[in-house]
């Protein structure tokens, strides 16, 4: 089955400095990727994917992400993090027809 | 871009009753949809697929029978939790297809709080 992890729980960042929240992958096949995020008491929104290509992905509001097919990885990236980017952010995997996603990672940009 | 609303937003109800949520595909057809459960600070647990004009399919631990729905048109699927037990509250949050299974948007959610 497809599946991806989220090692950090929570990752802090000071505004301004770069970020980065980690997330590995583990499938059969090719994998198809995806970053989103959720405020509090919304829904998702979709930042990125990966589905073949440039290992480096761009997306909304700045943010990218590195795919790493030796390491298995698929890292969100973005170069200057803002305090407004503060928020919970999943990594899924496409499985068929559905998502399965990631435990989450909690994001705090502190001014 | 694509708008996917959720009905209600919040809704407090007691133990025994039943709850409907409406998922809407506002400007676009979604042949399916489907609902999820968050616990606080905690990833989307998929709860079924939902498919236009045939029965849902449910992921494994989900009690079909507790947990209805029906998908009567191309832009709304609804699911009523029946005879509510303060077990599950929960954020329930829908989903859409656009263009395929790679386009996936998400509505607002549904606080539910069962007493």
């Known amino acids: 089955a497809q599946s991806v992890a989220q090692p950090e729980d929570q990752v802090n960042v000071a505004e301004g400095n770069p970020l980065t929240v980690k997330c590995t992958y583990s499938?059969?096949?090719?994998?198809?990727l995806f970053w989103y995020v959720q405020y509090p008491n919304r829904g998702l929104q979709f930042l990125l994917k990966y589905i073949t290509g440039d290992n480096l992905v761009k997306g909304s509001y700045g943010f990218e992400a590195e795919f790493n097919k030796s390491q298995t990885s698929f890292y969100l990236k973005k170069p200057s993090a803002l305090v407004s980017d503060s928020a919970l952010y999943f990594c899924a995997v496409r499985d068929g027809g559905k998502l399965i996603f990631g435990q989450g990672t909690e994001l705090s940009v502190k001014p | 871009g694509a708008v996917v609303s959720q009905h209600p937003s919040w809704v407090i109800c007691k133990s025994g009753t039943s709850v409907k949520i409406e998922c809407r595909s506002l400007?676009?057809?979604?042949?399916?949809m489907f609902w999820y459960r968050q616990f606080p600070k905690q990833s989307l647990m998929l709860m079924a697929t939902s498919n236009e004009g045939s029965k849902a399919t449910y992921e494994q631990g989900v009690e079909k029978d507790k947990f209805l729905i029906n998908h009567a048109s191309l832009t709304l699927s609804t699911l009523t939790v029946t005879s509510a037990h303060p077990e599950d509250s929960s954020f329930y949050i829908c989903?859409?297809?656009?263009?395929?299974?790679?386009?996936?948007?998400f509505g607002p959610g549904t606080r539910l709080t069962v007493l």
């Open positions: 400007d676009f057809q979604a042949t399916t």
């Open positions: 989903s859409a297809n656009r263009e395929g299974p790679d386009t996936q948007y």
């Open positions: 499938v059969s096949g090719n994998p198809y």
